[in-house]
């Protein structure tokens, strides 16, 4: 059974900082990519970040360098490093683990249903 857990969300002031962490089960890099989506209040999902085997990671445009996934396998606990946070960061950030992850934007009924989802943890902006 797969099982995603984050942690780490919270509220920040613009240009603050945040770690989100995800702790995974039955799920590793050998088996797929994994990575971090964000839903917005118009229930888009933008894929943010992804990592996989090889440890090449992919990165939304948007991001501007700002942000960082990492992986430490002897935890299998997946990590979003977000700095110089904005206030259009705000939304909830989903850890996900599928066979393979892509960059880009869609409506989160179109692929909520595919892959392994965490329950979501929220990051807000705001001074």
């Known amino acids: 059974q797969v099982q995603l857990v984050e942690s780490g969300g919270g509220s920040v002031q613009p240009g603050g900082s945040l770690r989100l962490s995800c702790a995974v089960s039955?799920?590793?890099?050998?088996?797929?990519?994994m990575g971090w989506y964000r839903k917005s209040p118009e229930n888009q999902c933008e894929m943010v970040a992804s990592i996989g085997e090889d440890g090449r990671a992919f990165y939304s445009n948007s991001l501007e360098g700002r942000f960082t996934i990492s992986h430490d396998s002897a935890t299998n606990t997946l990590y979003l490093q977000m700095n110089s946070l904005k206030a259009e960061a705000a939304a909830v950030y989903f850890c996900v683990a599928d066979h393979t992850i892509s960059p880009g934007t869609w409506p989160c009924g179109a692929i909520e249903g595919f892959g392994y989802w965490g329950q979501g943890t929220q990051v807000n902006v705001f001074s």
């Open positions: 039955g799920f590793t890099l050998r088996d797929g990519d």
